[in-house]
């Protein structure tokens, strides 16, 4: 018996990975805005709760620690978009703040 693994089950591998990975990418982003948005609803005089911090702090390790393969183009531009998303969001509570 032969250990041998022939070329077409790694590629099929390969392929399901990176589309396994290009969804996870996605979700991130969709669980990103939804927390961010779900802390921009909070008012000023209220509390966020810990759980909400919790998975605000794990979602952006989860997308540091995709995007610090370099080699990983997706994972790379998440990261320009999850930053972009966390200015806007944080410009936006700045201005509501100043407003309150």
Known sequence: QS???SLSPDLE???SASKRS???NSHLLTELTDVLAEIKSTP???EISAEL???LKLLML?????SADQTNTEAVQMK???DRCLESWFDDLVA???AD
């Open 44 to 46: 000023s005089s209220g």
């Open 96 to 98: 509501q703040c100043e």
């Open 80 to 82: 320009l978009e999850s």
């Open 13 to 15: 591998e390969a392929d």
């Open 22 to 24: 290009r969804s996870n």
């Open 62 to 66: 989860q997308i540091e620690h995709l």
């Open 3 to 5: 250990n041998k693994r």
């Open 53 to 55: 911090l919790a998975n």
